[in-house]
Structure formats: C-alpha cells, structure tokens
C-alpha cells in the first residue's frame, strides 16, 4: 500500500486556497519557514514544481493544477470522515453491541433495561446471547458480560453485580415425585439436568462444599443442554434437578414454581463484569451504558 504524504498535500491545498505561504502559515497554525520547508519537502518527493514563486506572489504550474483539481475534493472528503468518526466516538446516538449469556442478561440487563432505554432512547442496543468466552475485537461487539472468572485477559473490565450464589432447583411436582436430596450423594438417583460448555463440549461439574471442603457428584444426566436458559426451563418443567445461579431463578423460587435444594452445600460464584478493549474506553454510548449499570439503572 502506497503511503500518501498527508502533510505536505495539506500544505499544498493551504498555500492553492490562500494564495501565499504566509496566509498558509496563517491558516495552518505554522510558521513561514515551516510551511516553506514543507512545500520543498513534498515537491522533491513528488518530483515536480508546484508553485512558480516569484517575490510579488506564488502561482501553480500544471502540475499543480492537475493536483489541486483532484485533491481539493479528496482532502475535504477525508476530512469529513476524519470529522464524523471523531464526532462517532462523541455520540450519544447509534447502536451499542454485546455478547452475554442469558443469565448475565436476566441478572444484570433486564431488571434496567426499561429505565436505560427510556434515559437514552437514541441508543440502539443489539445483545447476542453466547455462553461461550468471544473476541470480541474479532467479532464485533463493543463489549461483553461475563462471569469474573472468565473474562478475556488484556481487557478493562467493570463489575456490574454483587458475587453470585448457586442454587440447585426443581419444580414441587418433581420433589413430590422423585423426594427431596439431602446430601449432595443423593442426586446419584435422581433425574438431573446438566449444562455442556459450548467451547469444549465437556459437561459442566457439580460442585459442592462440606466442612470447607469443595467435592464434585456427577450425578446421572436425564437432560443435557448447551443453554441456562433451556436448563430452567426444564426445570421447572419437573424434568429433573438442574443447576443455575440463584439471581437467575430468584423469581420462580419466590413464586414457589421451583424449590432449591442441598443449599447448605452451594458454593459462591464471582460477580459479572462488563469487558471491552482500551480503545473502547472513549466511546461514548459504551461509556454511558457502563456508568447506568455501576449505577444501579439510575443514571
């Protein structure tokens, strides 16, 4: 790819429309013997005149017309996208993109995302539900939400939510059928609803803690998904025992369509935090979407 002599083609487009180097330097913010030293700089690259100077005034050859006839246009163009990517990074208006899994969604985005929509309703939000880790300087996104244990190394990270807790549900209908687990050992004969990472296809453990020691059960799968969602919808189907963070099945455990188990031996979780990459730190919309979430949906 050529590399075009950015700075001395502006110099040359200043001293065309001014007429002079001095009203150039003028223009530029530069002084004289820059704007001159410049102008020999690009002409020697070049290698052509594109100026007849004499002592009373500076007037273009033909290589310089031909320049000036297909650069001015070119120059001002690119510095109109010059300008509307600088005013892009300054908007409080276009569209913001999120990769998060569903549960970072029920937890942290839809309990706001009536206030924040109505606080900035210019502000177009496109969120892609992904369990799996993504790049997403590669794919895309502006930024991401993820478990703080899991976040991609390298980048600014916000936590959003409180440290998460695990709970162990299933519908009444299940317990009343199947009875209720009161050792982490007795799912062994129970009917239980198991998530398979996305990334490595490995079934995720079933974690517990007794006496501070932590100790994995792999219990039987009756029903393996590759989504939280579908493992409470499962759940509270009265297909089985299935595991998920308790923020997530706050509701249905308040309305009684799903009772917790073994919550004696849960173990915690760290809390979600949204990511992005440095350069991303200035954008705007990024910017006001961050300061909503750390402050409660109240901004």
């Known amino acids: 790819m050529r590399r075009l002599p950015i700075s001395g083609l502006e110099v040359f487009l200043a001293i065309a429309r001014e007429g002079s180097l001095r009203g150039a330097a003028t223009a530029l913010g530069l002084g004289a013997p820059a704007v001159s030293h410049q102008l020999k700089r690009f002409e020697q690259e070049l290698g052509v005149d594109l100026f007849a100077r004499t002592t009373r005034s500076v007037e273009l050859t033909e290589a310089g017309r031909v320049l000036l006839k297909g650069a001015d246009p070119a120059f001002g163009e690119l510095a109109d996208a010059v300008e509307a990517a600088r005013g892009a990074g300054r908007s409080r208006t276009g569209t913001l993109r999120l990769t998060l899994p569903w549960s970072a969604y029920r937890v942290a985005i839809e309990p706001m995302l009536g206030a924040f929509r109505a606080a900035h309703p210019d502000v177009r939000l496109e969120l892609s539900f992904d369990e799996a880790l993504v790049d997403v300087v590669r794919e895309g996104f502006h930024a991401g939400i993820r478990l703080g244990d899991r976040l991609t190394p390298g980048m600014v990270a916000v936590r959003i939510t409180a440290p998460m807790k695990a709970a162990y549900s299933a519908a009444p209908a299940y317990l009343e059928r199947a009875g209720r687990p009161r050792h982490p050992r007795d799912l062994l004969g129970h009917s239980c ?36 969602q579908s493992v409470v919808q499962a759940a509270g189907g009265g297909h089985g025992i299935g595991w998920s963070l308790r923020a997530v099945v706050e509701s249905e455990l308040a309305a009684g369509r799903l009772e917790s188990v073994l919550d004696a031996f849960t173990i915690g979780h760290p809390p979600f935090f949204l990511y992005y990459p440095e350069q991303n730190r200035r954008l705007e919309l990024l910017r006001l979407f961050v300061a909503f979430l750390a402050g409660g949906g109240r901004r």
């Open 193 to 228: 609803i198991r998530y398979r990472f996305i990334s490595t296809r490995r079934i995720a453990d079933w974690q517990f803690r007794e006496d501070g020691r932590l100790f994995s059960v792999d219990p039987p799968a009756g029903l393996v998904f590759d989504s939280f």
